[in-house]
């Protein structure tokens, strides 16, 4: 009885471990959500939501079949994901946390598999806040995942592969009221804009 349990104890932390892991996309699969299956419509927004059976963190081409509308654009099959990269509380100062994070990006937007893309690094937040400070903290948080992209990987404002947008908590994830704290909203969503 007691090998009983112990092996089911391993299996919960097994199957706990794993989802964890899954809380950060690897370069790889950074790679397939980025990597385009067919031609880019650069000009539009590539916000897609989540599918069922991927990584946290990962969204899938194949999520947006037809073009939808958000943010007042319409939104075409843009390669795309949002990761969590998480900043100290009303600032773009880089947690230990988001730096493991960006690693995993810079590796990505730095492989051969996307070598030839440009990117846009889009900052989000949640509705803690005035609209103004959203935005304007989104827009910082931005560029510094750019800066921290071009200084470790070479990937960065200066190379012409990134742009920057700060959208403040303008394109929910998650919608909430105003004033509500909400982590999956404080996100960096990367868009693929094409050759």
Known sequence: MQKFIALIALIAMSVSGVAHAQNRPT??????????TGQIQAGTRGI????????AGVTSVAAAEAPTRCCGQAVAKMPSIDLN??????????????ARTL????????????????????????????EDFNRNLSDQRAATVARYLEGKFGVGVGAGRLETVGLGESAPLVPT??????MRNRRVHVVNLGA
């Not at 590796?107 to 690094?121: E, K, T, V």
């Open 103 to 130: 690693d995993e990006l810079g590796r990505a937007l730095s492989s051969q598999s996307l070598a030839g893309y440009r990117f846009r690094i889009e900052g989000h937040t949640d509705t803690v806040g005035t």
């Open 48 to 55: 897609r939501p989540a599918v069922a059976g991927q990584p």
């Open 177 to 182: 009221p105003p004033q509500t704290p909400e």
């Open 85 to 98: 990269v998480h900043f100290e509380f009303g600032s773009a100062e880089l947690t230990t946390d988001a």
């Open 27 to 36: 370069a790889d699969q950074i790679i397939a959500a980025l990597k385009p």
